[in-house]
Nanobody
Framework: EVQFVESGGGLVQAGGSLRLSCAAP????????IGWFRQAPGKERQEVSC????????YYADFVEGRFTASSDNAKNTVYLQMNSLRPEDTAVYYC????????????????????WGQGTQVTVSS
């Protein structure tokens, strides 16, 4: 069964940076748009970013635009999320998943289009 493995989370002070990685052995990343999501305690899972491995196009939620950057390494079947200028409100478990409906991120995506969710990686930003 295909499942993403996220890593790179941790505890960081506000203003700091982290780089998350997401790998899925056996999954051909070029066949899917890959999404980054996060979920804070008591809140719904929200989309953070989407990246298309086939052309590198990206999408960012307004609350991370200009601070987070998604990238992909197709040779390693890995996507990354560089997170800079972190804020306490960025504290959450971060997940990645594959969009089974599209290879390109497009104008919008629905959470139900995604599959192969990993266990997530905890990001904690202290003030």
């Amino acid at each position: 069964e295909v499942q993403f493995v996220e890593s790179g989370g941790g505890l960081v002070q506000a203003g700091g940076s982290l780089r998350l990685s997401c790998a899925a052995p056996g999954l051909t990343f070029r066949d899917y748009a890959i999404g980054w999501f996060r979920q804070a305690p008591g809140k719904e899972r929200q989309e953070v970013s989407c990246i298309s491995s086939i052309d590198g196009s990206t999408y960012y939620a307004d609350f991370v635009e200009g601070r987070f950057t998604a990238s992909s390494d197709n040779a390693k079947n890995t996507v990354y999320l560089q997170m800079n200028s972190l804020r306490p409100e960025d504290t959450a478990v971060y997940y990645c998943a594959a969009n089974l409906m599209r290879r390109h991120c497009g104008a919008s995506r629905m959470v139900h289009e995604y599959a192969y969710w990993g266990q997530g990686t905890q990001v904690t930003v202290s003030s």
